[in-house]
C-alpha cells in the first residue's frame, strides 16, 4: 500500500467560507489539501453582498483592490416601496450604514460569488495551494491512528475514476447546505423559524423608468413583494417569493419560469415599466431558516458557512459571515499549531461562531418585522443618524440601529471568554479598562478606524490596516505625549524585555536569521507592535523617543496628528476616537482577526506589563512573566 | 508596388508621451501605427514620479488602479539636510503638496517607468492597437500627395532586415531628448540655462541608520550633495552630481562607477552609515536645460515630451509633462477629426504646452536657488500652509506656494485663447463671469475637486472624475436650488434644443442606433452634461425637477449635498467650492483634458445660452446658435 500524504487540513468546498480559509492557512505557511465538487467556480449568480466589516477584512489582506477592479455596485440607501392608489409609491430612504457607524466603507459591495471566489483562487496559488476539482469527500473518521495527523480522509473523483486517502490534523466542511460531514456526523439542523419558503432570482439587464432601480429597493404591492438589488455590469438582481410554507397550497417543490416571475415582476412595479434586455442567471430554490447544534464534536472536525446556518438571501449575510467564520477559525488553528495557544481555544469558534448566526437568524425575522408595523418617520431616521447617546431614543431607533450594525458587520459582538477580557476573566489587575471607563473599546468587537500619520515617510495611513491579517496578535502602544510617558515607554519595553514576558517568550527561535528588512515580526510571528504619539510626525524622533524594542518596528510608529471630524476638538484623534487619554495613552491589545482583546492603562513602573502578562497568560495557557516563564 | 496603407496617426517612441496619446486616440477609436526602436518596454530605472495631477488624469482614464496595485512609494514629505559640525542634520521639512493645494493625493507617487509603460501597452491592446518594435523612422514628409493622408512615413527594423512605407494624417515624435523627427525638421533646441550637469543614478535596496531614507531628502553637505527618493518594493533612489559644465576640469563625458558613487553617498550621509544589499539599476548620463524652438512646423507633424524639453530630473516633471502634452494634443487632433474644431485649433498645442516647458526650466532654476539663499522658518512654511489670503505673505512664501504648485501639476495655467475665456476672447456676453467676478475657477486651469451624491443610486462620489477622458467638454449645470432656478433650466433646455445650438448641432448622425444604456455620451461625443442641484439627495426627482434633455443624463446627475472641510459654512459645498452662488447656480464649460473654458451664469431666458453659443461658436469655428448654425 501506498504511503499515506499528510496534511495540515483538508478542506472540503470551495465557496466563500473554504476559499477564506484557504487562503488564510496558505498563507501562513500550513499544508492545504483543498477539493471541491464543482468542476469550476461559480460561474453566474449566487451570493453577492459585501458588508463594511468584510471590505475592512479583504483590504487588510490586499484583496480588496482586486475585488474593486469588477466595478461591483454600490449599495448606499435602501428605498422603501408601499402600495398606494396608483400602484407603488416610494415612502422613504434609509442610509445602508448610517453615520453613527464609524467605517470607511458606508455602502454594501455587489459583486457575484464568482468573481470573488476567482480573487481568492489566485491568492491561494500563490503560495502553492490549487483546489482540485471536480472531488469529493467519500468518508472520514478522526481515528487518531496517527497522532500527528488524527483524521483519516477519503477522497474521490466525482465519477467515481480514482480515490485518494490522505490523513490531517484538521478537516474542515465548507460544502454549503448539503454538508456530507455534518450529515456524517449526525449534527442537526435545527429550524428557528418553522416557516419555509421558495425564492425566484434573477440577474439580468432592464429597461425601465422605474426611479431607484439602481437602489437596493424593498417593494410591497398589492400584487406582490420584490427586493431589487444592483449589480455589477449594469445588472440588477431581483429576488421574489414564489411560495412560503405558511400559504394554504404551500409546496417545497413549487417553481416559476423566468417569464412567470418576470410578468409577476411587471405587476408589482406598476405604474412603472421594466423589460429585459438579457437574463444572466435565473433560479429557484427553497430555503428555511436552520442552524447546526454543533460546528465540531472533536475540535478536529469542523464545519462553516452555510453548512452551519441557512436563512433568507434577503439579509445579505450569507457570504459575510462565510468569511468571518473561516478567519476565527484559520487564526485559533494557527496559533495552536504555533505553540500560541492550548488546543482549548479551539472551543471558541463555536461558541462565538454560533452565537452570530442565531443573532443572524434571529435578524432576519426582526428585519421584516420592523418594517412591517410601520415605516418610520424622517425624524426618526434623522436621529438615529445621529452619533449622540440621546436617552429619548425610541425602542424604533434602537432596533434600527442595531440592524444597521449587524447589516454593516461592526454588530458583530463576542462575549467575553479566555481572549476577550471581561469582569470574570481570570486575569484581573487594576490597570485593565473596561468599556465607557478609560476606553471607547469594547472587548469581543473591532477596532476602530483612525487615521494616523506613518513617522518614517509622512504618509498618511489607516492606522486599522496597517498590520496585514498575518495571524498575530496587534498591540497598539498608545504612547500619549511623549513628554509625559517617556518613563512609562521606558518601564514598558524594560518589563517586556523579560525573557519570560508575553513580548519575548515567544522570539523567532532561528534569531540568526536576517530579518532587517521585516516590517511586521522581525521579532516573533507572536504578535505586531504599533506605537502612535500624541507629537507632529516631524517632531518624532524615533531614536532618541522610543526605547530600541519599539523602535525595532519603525515603520509602525505614527503620529496623532491627523484632525478628524468624529472629535473635531481633539488634538490626538486617534487616541480620543479608542476613548483613552491623550496625554497618558494606553494600550489595546486586537486579536488578529481584528477584535480588541483587551485595553490597559499605560503607567510607569511594571503594573501595565504585568496586566498584560496576566491576560496573555490567559490566552497562551502560559505562566507568563514570573521569575522564569512556565512554558 | 504594393498600397500603402494609411494611418490616422504615426507614433514614433512608446516612452509616456508617445503611450498617453496611442492610448487615448486608440480608445477613440483612431488606427494607428506606434513603433519603437527598443525591443522591449523599459526594464529598470528612468523616470517614476507621478504628480498629484498626473494622478487625477491616470484615474480619470481607469489606469490609477493599475498602477497602485504595485504598491509605489509616495512622498509626502520633502527633507532638507544641510552640513553641521558632526556632518549632517535635517533643518526642516515641508509637504509635496500642502494643504493650500486641494487635491484628491497630496502626494508624490514613484513607480518605476517600465511599469507605467506596461498599463499603456495592456490598454491600448484592449483597443487593437500594439507597439512595434524594435522598429524606427527612416524618412517622412508631408508631401501631400493624398490629401487626406498628406504625410508619408518610412519605417525600417532596427536591424534592417525589413522596411515598410505608410501614409498618415499625423505624425508625432516622442523620441525623447535624441529626436530624428526633430532634427530632420531642423527644428532647433535652445538651452535656456548654459549649464549642463553630469548626474549619477543609482535604484537599490539598502541598509542604513539615516532616519529619512524613506522621505524625498535633499542633502547638502561638505561632501557633496545628493538627493534621496524612495521606491517601490523597498527601493531607495539616489541622484548625485557627477560633474557640471561650470566645474574647472568639466567634461561632458565624465563618468563614475556604481562604486564610486556609493562611496560618494557614504560620505555625504556621515555621520549615518549606509550599505546596499543590492543595486537594480545604475547610470551616468549628462543632461542639459533645453527646449525646442517650434514643436510643429505644419500642424501635421508633432514633437511632444523630452523630444522639447529636456531638464535635470530633480523636479521629478519629465514624465508628468509628458502625459499632459499628449492628452493636450490628443482632444485636439480628435476634435479636428470630428468635425468639432478646425484645424487652427492645433496651433493652440505649441502654445499652451510650450509655454508649460518655459515654466518648467524656470521652476528647475528656482527651485535651486530658493533653498541655497537660505532654509525657510518653521513659521513661514506654517503661513505656506494656511489657505486664507493674507496681505502679509512674504516673496518666500509666495515662491513656496507657486513651487508646490507646480510640483504637483496644478500649477499649470494656459493662457487665455479660443478655448481658454478671457477678456479679450472674441466671445463676449454680460453673462460670462471671470475669476473672482461670479467664479472662484480660472479658466486654462483645472476644475476644482467637489464631493457629491450620485441621485440615482446615493453613491458619493468625486465630481471632477464622474465624466471619463472620453474626449468630450464637459458641460457642468450647477442647478442652484430646484426651487428657485426651475424656470432658468427650463429655458436653457429650450433654448439647447434648437437644433443650431452647440449642444444640438453635433448630434449622432446615426441616431437610431441604441443608447439606452450609453450614460456619458447619449446624444453626442461633443459633449457629457452633469447636472448638480442644491438639495438633499432624497429629494431629487430627476424626472420631475429636470427638463428631459438634462434628464436624459440621468446618471450624471448629482445632489451637493455632502459636507466639505474647506468650506464648512456651506449648504452646498460643490457650489461654493467652485465660487458660484448655492441658490443660483451656474454652468462650467471644461475642456475635455479637464481645464476650464467659461464660466456662464445660470438665468432666466436665452442669455445663458447665447452666453455658451458664443463661446463654442469661437471654439469650434461655426456660427451657433444663430436661426441655422452656418456649419
Not at 480588496?64 to 477592479?69: D, P
Not at 396608483?86 to 457575484?112: E, M, N
Not at 462565510?322 to 463555536?350: C, M
Given at each position: 500500500?501506498?504511503?499515506?500524504?499528510?496534511?495540515?487540513?483538508?478542506?472540503?468546498?470551495?465557496?466563500?467560507?473554504?476559499?477564506?480559509?484557504?487562503?488564510?492557512?496558505?498563507?501562513?505557511?500550513?499544508?492545504?489539501?483543498?477539493?471541491?465538487?464543482?468542476?469550476?467556480?461559480?460561474?453566474?449568480?449566487?451570493?453577492?453582498?459585501?458588508?463594511?466589516?468584510?471590505?475592512?477584512?479583504?483590504?487588510?489582506?490586499?484583496?480588496?483592490?482586486?475585488?474593486?477592479?469588477?466595478?461591483?455596485?454600490?449599495?448606499?440607501?435602501?428605498?422603501?416601496?408601499?402600495?398606494?392608489?396608483?400602484?407603488?409609491?416610494?415612502?422613504?430612504?434609509?442610509?445602508?450604514?448610517?453615520?453613527?457607524?464609524?467605517?470607511?466603507?458606508?455602502?454594501?459591495?455587489?459583486?457575484?460569488?464568482?468573481?470573488?471566489?476567482?480573487?481568492?483562487?489566485?491568492?491561494?496559488?500563490?503560495?502553492?495551494?490549487?483546489?482540485?476539482?471536480?472531488?469529493?469527500?467519500?468518508?472520514?473518521?478522526?481515528?487518531?491512528?496517527?497522532?500527528?495527523?488524527?483524521?483519516?480522509?477519503?477522497?474521490?473523483?466525482?465519477?467515481?475514476?480514482?480515490?485518494?486517502?490522505?490523513?490531517?490534523?484538521?478537516?474542515?466542511?465548507?460544502?454549503?447546505?448539503?454538508?456530507?460531514?455534518?450529515?456524517?456526523?449526525?449534527?442537526?439542523?435545527?429550524?428557528?423559524?418553522?416557516?419555509?419558503?421558495?425564492?425566484?432570482?434573477?440577474?439580468?439587464?432592464?429597461?425601465?423608468?422605474?426611479?431607484?432601480?439602481?437602489?437596493?429597493?424593498?417593494?410591497?404591492?398589492?400584487?406582490?413583494?420584490?427586493?431589487?438589488?444592483?449589480?455589477?455590469?449594469?445588472?440588477?438582481?431581483?429576488?421574489?417569493?414564489?411560495?412560503?410554507?405558511?400559504?394554504?397550497?404551500?409546496?417545497?417543490?413549487?417553481?416559476?419560469?423566468?417569464?412567470?416571475?418576470?410578468?409577476?415582476?411587471?405587476?408589482?412595479?406598476?405604474?412603472?415599466?421594466?423589460?429585459?434586455?438579457?437574463?444572466?442567471?435565473?433560479?429557484?430554490?427553497?430555503?428555511?431558516?436552520?442552524?447546526?447544534?454543533?460546528?465540531?464534536?472533536?475540535?478536529?472536525?469542523?464545519?462553516?458557512?452555510?453548512?452551519?446556518?441557512?436563512?433568507?438571501?434577503?439579509?445579505?449575510?450569507?457570504?459575510?459571515?462565510?468569511?468571518?467564520?473561516?478567519?476565527?477559525?484559520?487564526?485559533?488553528?494557527?496559533?495552536?499549531?504555533?505553540?500560541?495557544?492550548?488546543?482549548?481555544?479551539?472551543?471558541?469558534?463555536?461558541?462565538?461562531?454560533?452565537?452570530?448566526?442565531?443573532?443572524?437568524?434571529?435578524?432576519?425575522?426582526?428585519?421584516?418585522?420592523?418594517?412591517?408595523?410601520?415605516?418610520?418617520?424622517?425624524?426618526?431616521?434623522?436621529?438615529?443618524?445621529?452619533?449622540?447617546?440621546?436617552?429619548?431614543?425610541?425602542?424604533?431607533?434602537?432596533?434600527?440601529?442595531?440592524?444597521?450594525?449587524?447589516?454593516?458587520?461592526?454588530?458583530?459582538?463576542?462575549?467575553?471568554?479566555?481572549?476577550?477580557?471581561?469582569?470574570?476573566?481570570?486575569?484581573?489587575?487594576?490597570?485593565?479598562?473596561?468599556?465607557?471607563?478609560?476606553?471607547?473599546?469594547?472587548?469581543?468587537?473591532?477596532?476602530?478606524?483612525?487615521?494616523?500619520?506613518?513617522?518614517?515617510?509622512?504618509?498618511?495611513?489607516?492606522?486599522?490596516?496597517?498590520?496585514?491579517?498575518?495571524?498575530?496578535?496587534?498591540?497598539?502602544?498608545?504612547?500619549?505625549?511623549?513628554?509625559?510617558?517617556?518613563?512609562?515607554?521606558?518601564?514598558?519595553?524594560?518589563?517586556?524585555?523579560?525573557?519570560?514576558?508575553?513580548?519575548?517568550?515567544?522570539?523567532?527561535?532561528?534569531?540568526?536569521?536576517?530579518?532587517?528588512?521585516?516590517?511586521?515580526?522581525?521579532?516573533?510571528?507572536?504578535?505586531?507592535?504599533?506605537?502612535?504619539?500624541?507629537?507632529?510626525?516631524?517632531?518624532?524622533?524615533?531614536?532618541?523617543?522610543?526605547?530600541?524594542?519599539?523602535?525595532?518596528?519603525?515603520?509602525?510608529?505614527?503620529?496623532?496628528?491627523?484632525?478628524?471630524?468624529?472629535?473635531?476638538?481633539?488634538?490626538?484623534?486617534?487616541?480620543?476616537?479608542?476613548?483613552?487619554?491623550?496625554?497618558?495613552?494606553?494600550?489595546?491589545?486586537?486579536?488578529?482577526?481584528?477584535?480588541?482583546?483587551?485595553?490597559?492603562?499605560?503607567?510607569?513602573?511594571?503594573?501595565?506589563?504585568?496586566?498584560l502578562n496576566g491576560y496573555f497568560s490567559v490566552v497562551t495557557g502560559k505562566r507568563l512573566g514570573e521569575e522564569r516563564a512556565i512554558l
Amino acid at each position: 500500500m501506498a504511503t499515506t500524504e499528510n496534511f495540515d487540513i483538508v478542506i472540503v468546498g470551495a465557496g466563500p467560507v473554504g476559499l477564506m480559509l484557504s487562503t488564510c492557512l496558505a498563507r501562513w505557511g500550513y499544508k492545504i489539501k483543498h477539493i471541491d465538487n464543482r468542476a469550476e467556480p461559480t460561474a453566474t449568480g449566487r451570493a453577492d453582498g459585501i458588508q463594511p466589516r468584510s471590505l475592512d477584512l479583504l483590504r487588510n489582506m490586499g484583496l480588496k483592490r482586486k475585488i474593486m477592479a469588477h466595478d461591483p455596485a454600490k449599495v448606499y440607501e435602501v428605498a422603501f416601496w408601499d402600495p398606494n392608489s396608483k400602484g407603488i409609491h416610494r415612502t422613504g430612504t434609509w442610509a445602508s450604514c448610517p453615520k453613527f457607524i464609524d467605517t470607511r466603507y458606508p455602502f454594501t459591495t455587489l459583486l457575484h460569488q464568482g468573481l470573488i471566489e476567482r480573487v481568492f483562487i489566485e491568492d491561494i496559488e500563490k503560495y502553492g495551494t490549487s483546489v482540485q476539482r471536480p472531488w469529493t469527500i467519500t468518508a472520514f473518521k478522526n481515528d487518531g491512528a496517527d497522532a500527528q495527523y488524527p483524521v483519516k480522509v477519503d477522497l474521490a473523483h466525482v465519477d467515481g475514476t480514482a480515490s485518494e486517502t490522505v490523513r490531517a490534523k484538521y478537516l474542515f466542511s465548507g460544502e454549503g447546505a448539503r454538508s456530507f460531514v455534518r450529515d456524517h456526523l449526525g449534527i442537526k439542523i435545527r429550524y428557528k423559524d418553522p416557516i419555509s419558503h421558495v425564492w425566484g432570482v434573477m440577474d439580468g439587464v432592464v429597461r425601465t423608468n422605474f426611479p431607484d432601480i439602481k437602489m437596493k429597493c424593498t417593494i410591497h404591492s398589492d400584487a406582490g413583494s420584490i427586493m431589487v438589488i444592483p449589480r455589477e455590469n449594469n445588472m440588477v438582481r431581483l429576488y421574489i417569493q414564489v411560495a412560503s410554507s405558511s400559504d394554504k397550497d404551500w409546496n417545497p417543490r413549487k417553481t416559476a419560469t423566468a417569464e412567470e416571475v418576470q410578468q409577476h415582476a411587471k405587476e408589482i412595479l406598476r405604474p412603472y415599466t421594466i423589460s429585459w434586455d438579457r437574463v444572466e442567471w435565473f433560479s429557484v430554490y427553497p430555503i428555511g431558516q436552520g442552524i447546526a447544534e454543533q460546528y465540531t464534536l472533536d475540535e478536529r472536525v469542523f464545519l462553516g458557512g452555510d453548512a452551519c446556518h441557512t436563512h433568507s438571501p434577503k439579509a445579505g449575510q450569507g457570504m459575510n459571515t462565510a468569511f468571518l467564520d473561516a478567519v476565527n477559525l484559520a487564526w485559533k488553528i494557527h496559533h495552536v499549531e504555533s505553540g500560541f495557544a492550548p488546543r482549548s481555544i479551539l472551543s471558541t469558534y463555536e461558541s462565538e461562531r454560533k452565537l452570530i448566526a442565531e443573532s443572524l437568524l434571529d435578524f432576519d425575522a426582526r428585519y421584516a418585522k420592523l418594517f412591517s408595523a410601520r415605516i418610520p418617520s424622517a425624524g426618526e431616521v434623522a436621529g438615529a443618524s445621529n452619533t449622540s447617546h440621546s436617552a429619548e431614543e425610541n425602542e424604533f431607533v434602537k432596533t434600527f440601529k442595531a440592524s444597521c450594525e449587524f447589516t454593516s458587520g461592526y454588530g458583530v459582538a463576542y462575549n467575553p471568554n479566555t481572549i476577550n477580557w471581561g469582569p470574570s476573566h481570570p486575569a484581573q489587575h487594576p490597570l485593565i479598562v473596561s468599556y465607557q471607563k478609560g476606553t471607547s473599546l469594547r472587548t469581543g468587537r473591532t477596532f476602530h478606524p483612525a487615521t494616523v500619520t506613518r513617522a518614517v515617510d509622512a504618509n498618511v495611513v489607516h492606522l486599522e490596516q496597517q498590520i496585514p491579517l498575518n495571524g498575530s496578535y496587534r498591540v497598539y502602544i498608545f504612547g500619549g505625549l511623549p513628554s509625559k510617558t517617556s518613563r512609562a515607554l521606558h518601564d514598558l519595553s524594560t518589563h517586556l524585555s523579560n525573557p519570560s514576558s508575553f513580548y519575548s517568550v515567544f522570539t523567532h527561535r532561528d534569531n540568526d536569521k536576517d530579518r532587517y528588512h521585516e516590517r511586521h515580526n522581525p521579532h516573533t510571528t507572536f504578535l505586531t507592535v504599533c506605537t502612535i504619539l500624541n507629537a507632529p510626525r516631524a517632531q518624532i524622533d524615533i531614536d532618541a523617543m522610543l526605547p530600541a524594542v519599539f523602535a525595532r518596528y519603525r515603520d509602525h510608529v505614527y503620529a496623532d496628528d491627523v484632525w478628524d471630524q468624529r472629535v473635531p476638538d481633539a488634538k490626538a484623534s486617534a487616541h480620543a476616537k479608542m476613548g483613552l487619554d491623550e496625554d497618558a495613552g494606553g494600550v489595546v491589545v486586537v486579536r488578529p482577526d481584528g477584535y480588541v482583546g483587551v485595553v490597559v492603562r499605560l503607567e510607569e513602573g511594571k503594573g501595565t506589563t504585568e496586566a498584560l502578562n496576566g491576560y496573555f497568560s490567559v490566552v497562551t495557557g502560559k505562566r507568563l512573566g514570573e521569575e522564569r516563564a512556565i512554558l
